[in-house]
């Protein structure tokens, strides 16, 4: 059974920083590209950031500067650093494994809440 756990969220006032973990289970994690995706009120889910098996990242141009995401291959977690919290980046925040090669399977996390206010 494959889970994706995600820990780390909470309430950060602006200009503050929280870490994201997610640890994954019941998947070969090398085989997974990984990401982190949120989801706001009233708006659509967006991907925030994701890493390859091998380590290259991508995030969407809101959170570049601000936000990191690492992967620990031997313990099957990755990780999201995110500094400099803005109102704007309070979001349900998911974890998302993708598998690289095919047969391609999505599996996701239950999601962890990040509320950025004073």
């Known amino acids: 059974q494959v889970q994706l756990v995600e820990s780390g969220g909470g309430l950060v006032q602006p200009g503050g920083s929280l870490r994201l973990s997610c640890a994954a289970s019941?998947?070969?994690?090398?085989?997974?590209?990984m990401g982190w995706y949120r989801q706001a009120p009233g708006k659509q889910p967006e991907l925030v950031a994701v890493?390859?098996?091998?380590?290259?990242?991508n995030f969407i141009n809101s959170v570049k500067g601000r936000f990191t995401i690492s992967r620990d291959n031997a313990k099957s977690t990755v990780h999201l650093q995110m500094n400099s919290l803005q109102p704007e980046d309070t979001a349900v925040y998911y974890c998302?494994?993708?598998?690289?090669?095919?047969?391609?399977?999505?599996?996701w996390g239950q999601g962890t809440q990040v509320t950025v206010s004073s």
């Open positions: 019941g998947i070969i994690f090398k085989n997974y590209n």
């Open positions: 890493i390859s098996d091998g380590g290259t990242t």
């Open positions: 998302n494994a993708r598998k690289i090669l095919p047969p391609w399977y999505d599996y």
